[in-house]
């Protein structure tokens, strides 16, 4: 098996790309970009540290949650996780990113890449409240770069279809996995437990 370690080797292999594929890049948001990410509830955000190592970390809430400030500028509030930071430490040092958006039944997907701020403007927090909370953080992204992903990943995958659901039951809860991966003292906790812990934890 040859190793392909050239961008004149991986094109060879390939050949050139589609027409389409290339003319459908935009470097600001068309209108139907911007009413599919008013409509997304989950987007994946990738991004890369002063290491070079990269990351890609979820957001998710009810559609709307990612607002459209301009057809170059897209604001995504930090709601509370874990404090590891990956994505906000990795923006500090490094603002290049990349973003997915999804639709739930769509098998479309968005592709937004650009560059991404962090900011604590009170007025910005403010448009994000959500039972009286407001993010800690908002992310600014500034687009560079986006089109639609055509439909075969998600065709192949049948991610929508509601026969390829997987039951909860096929894996361990999260504490149950973590337990057996870090040890005894990480609580076991079940997967109901997990659920209601997180629904006090969401804003």
């Known amino acids: 098996m040859a190793r392909i370690t050239t961008v004149e ?38 991004s890369t ?5 990269g990351d890609v970390s979820p ?20 709601r509370p996780g874990n404090n590891r930071l990956d994505t906000l430490t990795n923006v500090v040092t490094n603002p290049n990113v990349g973003v997915l958006f999804m639709l739930p039944g769509v098998n479309e997907i968005l592709r937004v890449n650009g560059t991404a ?9 403010r448009r994000f409240e959500v ?11 500034h687009v560079e770069q986006a089109y639609l992903h055509c439909a075969k990943a998600l065709m192949r995958s049948a991610l929508w279809d509601v026969e390829t659901k997987v039951p ?15 040890g ?3 609580e076991a906790e079940s997967e109901a437990a997990g659920v209601a812990r997180y629904k006090t934890q969401l804003y």
Do not use: C
């Not at 050949?15 to 990410?37: D, P």
């Not at 540290?49 to 190592?53: K, P, S, T």
């Not at 701020?117 to 927090?125: S, V």
């Open 59 to 78: 957001r998710g809430e009810k559609p709307g949650f990612v607002h459209v400030i301009d057809d170059v500028t897209l604001a995504i509030p930090d």
């Open 168 to 182: 909860r039951s096929v894996l361990p809860s999260m504490g149950e996995m973590l337990r057996d991966q870090i």
């Open 117 to 125: 701020e962090l900011r604590d403007d009170a007025d910005l927090r």
């Open 9 to 46: 080797q991986l094109r060879s292999h390939y050949g050139v790309a589609h027409e389409r594929a290339v003319l459908k890049e935009v470097q600001r948001l068309h209108n139907h970009q911007i009413r599919f990410i008013e409509l997304s509830p989950f987007l994946a955000i990738s």
């Open 184 to 186: 005894p003292q990480v």
């Open 49 to 53: 540290g002063a290491d070079g190592r």
């Open 131 to 141: 039972n009286g909370k407001q993010p800690s953080l908002v992310i600014l992204v």
